[in-house]
Structure formats: structure tokens, C-alpha cells
């Protein structure tokens, strides 16, 4: 804890909007150097692993049905490119 308070003592002595200011900034640029680069879908593993899901209509039930075709949708869309418009 006394590090951390050694380390905040140079933004103290700052005026309050500029220490603000500084500690949002440093927040938001942790935040976009954890996210994860959008991959292609030649390189996603979901593209690579997975694929469109075939079923016989009458031997499934109608959420499966739905959860089966949810997941093709979005394959499709991910891995195809192939999304519905907005």
C-alpha cells in the first residue's frame, strides 16, 4: 500500500483536472491493451472447430431446433461473413 501511495504522490501535487484526467487515461488505456485484436475468420478457432449444424427436423425438438439454428447463424455470420443487416 505505501508504493502505491509513494507512486500517487506526484499526481497530487498536480491540479485536480489534469490528476483526473491523467488517472481516467491510464484506465482506458489498460482497458484497450487487454482486449483481444478481432481475428479473421481464417484464424478463429470457432471457424476452424466448429461448422453449421445438420438435423433431421422430426427427431429433434423445436428448442433444440432453435438453439441449433441460433448457432448456425452465427457461424455463418462470423465465419462466412454473411451477417444480416443492422
Known amino acids: 500500500?505505501?508504493?502505491?501511495?509513494?507512486?500517487?504522490?506526484?499526481?497530487?501535487?498536480?491540479?485536480?483536472?489534469?490528476?483526473?484526467?491523467l488517472i481516467i487515461g491510464l484506465g482506458l488505456s489498460a482497458c484497450a491493451t487487454a482486449s483481444a485484436p478481432i481475428a479473421s475468420p481464417e484464424g478463429d478457432p470457432f471457424c476452424q472447430h466448429d461448422g453449421p449444424i445438420f438435423y433431421d427436423s422430426s427427431a429433434v425438438t423445436a428448442g433444440t431446433a432453435e438453439q441449433i439454428d441460433r448457432h448456425n447463424r452465427v457461424w455463418v455470420c462470423m465465419c462466412e461473413d454473411d451477417c444480416p443487416p443492422e
Open 1 to 21: 500500500m505505501r508504493r502505491l501511495l509513494d507512486w500517487l504522490l506526484p499526481v497530487r501535487l498536480l491540479p485536480p483536472a489534469t490528476a483526473m484526467i
